[in-house]
Each structure stands twice: as C-alpha cells, then as structure tokens.
T-cell receptor
Framework: EAGVAQSPRYKIIEKRQSVAFWCNPISGHATLYWYQQILGQGPKLLIQFQNNGVVDDSQLPKDRFSAERLKGVDSTLKIQPAKLEDSAVYLC????????????????FGAGSRLTVL | GESVGLHLPTLSVQEGDNSIINCAYSNSASDYFIWYKQESGKGPQFIIDIRSNMDKRQGQRVTVLLNKTVKHLSLQIAATQPGDSAVYFCAEGAGNNRKLIWGLGTSLAVNP
C-alpha cells in the first residue's frame, strides 16, 4: 500500500511569512495527525482529525497555526505568520483505528516537511 | 550564533552485539506501548507494540519487555546491524482517543 505522502519536503521562509504543508494519508485511514518535531525531541501532537472532525487541537497555537481536512482525506497545515521557533519538521501520520476501539493505535508517518524560518 | 539543542541519550554498540534501549513511562493507566524507530530524514516507523496485560512480546530480532511495577519498558535488538542506527522512541497510549504520549528518544549508534 502507498504510504503517507507529504509535501513539500523542505521549505525555507523568512519570519512573518506564511507556509502551508499538505498531507495525503493512507487510503481508508480515518484518523489523521499533524505533529511538530523539533531537532532532538520527540514528536509533539498539534492536531488530530477523525474523518473531517477535530478530535484534539489542544496544543495547536491557534493564533498562527490552522489545519483543515475538508473531505476527510487530504489535510493542510498552515502557519501564518511564521516565527523563528516554528523551525521544525512537520510530520503527518494516519491510523486506521478510530478512538475508542480496542488495541494499539499504530500510526504510520510520512517523511515530514522540514521548515526553516530565518 | 550558537545553537543549543537537547542532547538525546546515546547508546553505542558494536555490530553483532545485542542492544537494550530503556524507557520509563509515566501513566499507570496506559494500556498499550509502542516502539518507533526514526532514521535520519524520515518519519518514525513502527517496530513493535505490547499490551499492558503482557510482560513480553517478540518480533523479528526485537523483544519488548514491560515491567508495570516500576513503569519500565525496554526494547532488545538482537545481533544489531548498521541499519539499526536510528533514534528509538517509546510511546504509551491510553484514553478513548488513543492519544500517544511520547518519550524523549534514544539514539542508537552501531559501530562496524
């Protein structure tokens, strides 16, 4: 099966500019996640969608970050305006299991989009 | 300017040796645990998971041990190979939305 697709792989912008990242999850995966991973740290969940609804966005800086998953498939994460501390890898992941179902919720990750803010 | 970064714990092993990567978890209510491997420039990749009602699970060249008494998880890699060089993360899952809580990660370096 095809994996999680993300684009662009790399993006360099200046602070206060905007940027958008795109993710196409594995076909049939109901749940989609956006994570931020700063160098040397574990992934930090920004937002979790189940189909096209938001399950958890408690750690999303909503004054500058937004995300949508309009048709329950592809998703876009936007940052506007960017700050220096937003430099990180933005990982998209998807999983088959919905919330509440038994068993481990195994996420499949894309390769990530590396953002550098100058 | 000078950059300051978080220094990951690092484990250095010789090719062919066994590796043991440890993880302390925080939530006694977590009902499953997952190990992920992250190679440079890639996203985390699932290795193996274990339910909280188990204390051991084996995969191909990997074994995960769970000690709920001391909230400790370990990943054992047999006959470590250069391709095993990566950062390894443990994650614990709990709650109705199956939210994962990620550990800090351990960098494994395999010397030829």
């Amino acid at each position: 099966e095809a994996g999680v697709a993300q684009s662009p792989r790399y993006k360099i912008i200046e602070k206060r500019q905007s940027v958008a990242f795109w993710c196409n999850p594995i076909s049939g995966h109901a749940t989609l996640y956006w994570y931020q991973q700063i160098l040397g740290q574990g992934p930090k969940l920004l937002i979790q969608f189940q189909n096209n609804g938001v399950v958890d966005d408690s750690q999303l800086p909503k004054d500058r970050f937004s995300a949508e998953r309009l048709k329950g498939v592809d998703s876009t994460l936007k940052i506007q305006p960017a700050k220096l501390e937003d430099s990180a890898v933005y990982l998209c992941a998807s999983s088959f299991r919905n919330g509440g179902t038994a068993g481990a919720n195994v996420l499949t990750f894309g390769a990530g989009s590396r953002l550098t803010v100058l | 300017g000078e950059s300051v970064g978080l220094h990951l714990p690092t484990l250095s092993v010789q090719e062919g040796d066994n590796s043991i990567i440890n993880c302390a978890y925080s939530n006694s209510a977590s009902d499953y645990f997952i190990w992920y491997k992250q190679e440079s420039g890639k996203g985390p990749q699932f290795i193996i998971d274990i339910r909280s009602n188990m204390d051991k699970r084996q995969g191909q060249r990997v074994t995960v041990l769970l000690n709920k008494t001391v909230k400790h998880l370990s990943l054992q890699i047999a006959a470590t190979q250069p391709g095993d060089s990566a950062v390894y993360f443990c994650a614990e899952g709990a709650g109705n939305n199956r939210k994962l809580i990620w550990g800090l990660g351990t960098s494994l370096a395999v010397n030829p």
